[in-house]
């Protein structure tokens, strides 16, 4: 893919992609950030009976409903970005030139991380879509007239796809650290280069 795009007249930087910055990584950490932070607001909004002692104590007003606010919304804007990063991921994936005689930490090579985490992308993709849809239903169906907005297993299965975004995260991180797909200073080592040297 990458001769193609330089066959076409396509500039392709050391990064192996037809732009400075990798798009994916940095998209990544917006799902996961407004994921993370949907989860654990409506986990408060649930167990907010418990924590109003606190609340109180410290002087912080605080209003059930408004967790569940914040949690249903970054729940609605993960799925929104996830939708770019998947798209980012797969191009990017495209654009992939791992070396190919090289284990990852879990005993994996290359090219097998790139399929385990396309595959299981596009798979948390479908899941975390699948929660958005439940999450409004409930907000807006189901539980609309009572104060606890989730029900106990959406927050498990939050907690659960935590985990799971935890292992998709790991294996990203084995093809940038181990592999150096599309890390520009990775790939300038490989080739002998000095990265501090070329990037000024």
């Keep these: 893919m990458v001769v193609l795009l330089v066959d076409a007249g396509v500039p392709v930087g ?19 950030g407004l994921f ?10 649930a167990l907010f009976p418990l924590e109003r002692p606190i609340f109180k104590f410290l002087a912080l007003p605080a209003l059930r409903q408004g967790f569940f606010e914040v949690g249903w ?8 970005v996830t939708l770019f990063t998947v798209a980012a991921g797969f191009f990017e994936l495209m ?12 005993g994996m ?6 399929l385990l985490h396309g595959l299981s992308g596009i798979l948390l993709f479908g ?5 958005t849809i439940w999450r409004g239903l409930q907000q807006y169906r189901w539980r609309k007239d009572q104060a606890r907005k989730v029900q106990w ?27 150096g797909v599309h890390v520009t200073a990775a790939n300038l080592v490989r080739q002998g280069q000095d990265p501090n040297q070329v990037l000024k």
């Design 14 to 32: 050391v990064n192996q992609l037809p732009y400075e910055i990798p798009l994916h990584p940095n998209l990544v950490h917006f799902t996961l």
């Design 36 to 45: 993370i932070i949907a989860i654990l607001f409506d986990i408060a909004g």
């Design 73 to 80: 919304y970054n729940l609605l804007a993960a799925a929104i």
């Design 95 to 106: 654009l992939a030139d791992p070396p190919k005689d090289q284990l990852s930490a879990w």
């Design 109 to 114: 090579d290359a090219n097998t991380i790139l």
């Design 127 to 131: 899941v975390i879509l699948t929660m």
């Design 153 to 179: 297993i959406y927050l498990a299965v939050g907690v659960l796809m935590l985990g799971l975004l935890y292992v998709q995260g790991t294996l990203g991180a084995q093809l940038g650290d181990e592999f």
